[in-house]
């Protein structure tokens, strides 16, 4: 498992993100997640609010790949891993409370996405390097 570096917990936090998926067919889809966040080191997790697109490429594959970009500095990560849904234990009541603290609606569900591998996303020669991480 990947680890997020203080640096990346902190762009994830300031910046907005914006979580990629594949259909069936390998039509691609990307959306921002405005409560995308840091759970741990190893972890990130998002409420699930609309159950839509991204969420039915999800719960068919599994596969996320989740991009930050500082654009004043151009830098940025893709964090890529493996979907686990959330609807009732613990992570999901934070989950609701997350929501109710920031005046959004209820999650359907709390996406965790373990951090499998990071890339660097960084204006220059090393944009995609493999910064951290294991196959999937």
Request: aromatic share 8%; hydrophobic share 45%; charged share 20%.
């Amino acid at each position: 498992m990947a680890t997020l570096t203080e640096d990346m917990q902190q762009m994830l936090k300031d910046q907005l993100s914006f979580l990629a998926t594949a259909d069936a067919a390998g039509d691609p889809q990307v959306g921002p997640k405005g409560t995308m966040r840091v759970l741990d080191a190893h972890h990130l997790i998002y409420n699930e609010h609309t159950a839509k697109q991204a969420w039915a490429n999800l719960q068919a594959s599994h596969k996320a790949a989740v991009a930050v970009v500082d654009h004043a500095k151009f830098k940025g990560y893709r964090f890529e891993g493996l979907a686990e849904f959330h609807t009732d234990d613990q992570i999901y009541e934070d989950a609701l409370a997350y929501a109710k603290a920031h005046q959004l609606p209820p999650a359907v569900a709390a996406v965790v996405i373990p951090v499998q591998r990071i890339y660097k996303l960084d204006a220059g020669p090393n944009a995609g390097d493999l910064i951290d991480g294991e196959a999937i």
